[in-house]
Each structure stands twice: as C-alpha cells, then as structure tokens.
C-alpha cells in the first residue's frame, strides 16, 4: 500500500478559475477528510466521506467548493471561481471508520494569483 | 465543544537534548485519544504518536512519548536526543465523537545545531 495519494502536488491558477485536486486514499479505508491549511495555522476540517456517502460538510466550505466520492474510493475537490483567500494546502486523510488512525497525504498546495 | 490548546508558538532547542512539547485539551469526555503529527516545510502531516484515554501506560515510539496526565488534561510530547530533522511544526490532535480530528494551533520546534 502506497499510503494517501494526492494530486497534483502544487497547482497556481488565476483568480476566477476552477480547480480541481484528486486524493486516493489507503483502500481499505472507508473513511475520507478533507482539511484546509493556510501558513502558521492546524488544519481546518472542510468534509468527509464514508463510502460514497458525504456526511459532513463544514460552514468554511463555501458554494464554490464541493467534494465528490463517486464509488467510495477516490474523491475530488474542486473550487469554482477561485480567489485568493482560498490559496492554501489542501490536506486529505483517511482511516477505518471508528478507528482512530489518520494517514495523510503529502497534500495540495494552492495558490491563487 | 473540544478544544486543544498549544501553548508554545516556537521553540528552539539544541541538537541531542530532550525537548517537551505541550498539549492541553479541554473535553469533558477525552475517550477518543490524543494524537500528535510532525509537519516538516513539505507541508506532509506524518503520524507520530497516539495516546488512547483508557491507556495505563503512556505511549512511546523510538525517541517519541507521551506523558499522559488525565488529572491535569495533558498529552504532552517528548522527544529525547533531538536530531536536526526534528525540526517542524507539532500538532497536537483529539478525536470527537464523530471520529474527528480537533487540532491545536501547533508549535514550530527548531533544533540548533
């Protein structure tokens, strides 16, 4: 197992553009997060899947944004109409359910010029 | 609601000597674990450390371990004979109910050489 994959690595992108990161997480982890963090700060969590099934979705997580898991394995995060207060790295993560082991990717460093 | 408190924004230590970072967390119900994550300049979230509540020794992993004090709500982390790639940010994590992650603000950790 190659641990949680993510993609791309770095993305820059002009302000107005949608974008869209790609995370493969451990297969046998049902459990998916999605967590924003900009410089000097701990993660923020954005949403989360179990299976295909979208259960949470945080308040920071605006209209532009939305996640998708279509067949419980990888999923995808997109921003529409990107802006700068959304450059930051993109974290995501994922475990058994109700296990407590997170295994991150390297994350998504966005940023927005 | 949980909250985990990092009361040490930096700190600088010299190389091989031990080195405590602290963790408080402010839960009334801690039965999740506590958790502690390096993140170098890569800006990857590696897993070092878990401490399940219910655990009657502290963990430890290599130069890592926790000193659990259920009393005083503290999970802090230490890291004996601290080494030039010890230097990152250290967070600090517990699990709510909803198996997710609660994250402190961090502490930046530089080891001199």
């Known amino acids: 197992d190659t641990g949680v994959s993510q993609n791309p690595r770095h993305k820059i992108t002009k302000r107005g553009q949608n974008v869209t990161f790609r995370c493969d997480p451990i297969?046998?982890?049902?459990?998916l997060y999605w967590y924003r963090q900009t410089l000097g700060q701990g993660p923020e969590f954005l949403t989360y899947f179990q299976n295909e099934a979208q259960l949470e979705k945080s308040r920071l997580l605006s209209d532009r944004f939305s996640a998708e898991r279509p067949k419980g394995s990888f999923s995808t995060l997109e921003i529409q109409r990107t802006e700068q207060g959304d450059s930051a790295m993109y974290l995501c993560?994922?475990?058994?359910?109700?296990?407590?082991?997170?295994?991150f990717g390297s994350g998504t460093r966005l940023t927005v010029v | 609601a949980q909250k985990i408190t990092q009361t040490q924004p930096g700190m600088f230590v010299q190389e091989k000597e031990a080195v405590t970072l602290d963790c408080t967390y402010d839960t009334s119900d801690p039965s999740y674990g506590l958790f502690w994550y390096k993140q170098p300049s890569s800006g990857e979230m590696i897993f070092l450390i878990y401490?399940?509540?219910?655990d009657q020794q502290n963990a430890t992993e290599g130069r890592y371990s926790l000193n659990f004090q259920k009393a005083r709500k503290s999970a802090n982390l230490v890291i004996s004979a601290s080494q030039l790639g010890d230097s990152a940010m250290y967070f600090c994590a517990s699990l709510d109910s909803n198996y997710q992650l609660i994250w402190g603000a961090g502490t930046k950790l530089i080891i001199k050489p």
């Open positions: 401490q399940g509540s219910y």
């Open positions: 993560a994922s475990s058994r359910q109700n296990k407590g082991g997170y295994t």
């Open positions: 297969s046998e982890h049902n459990r």
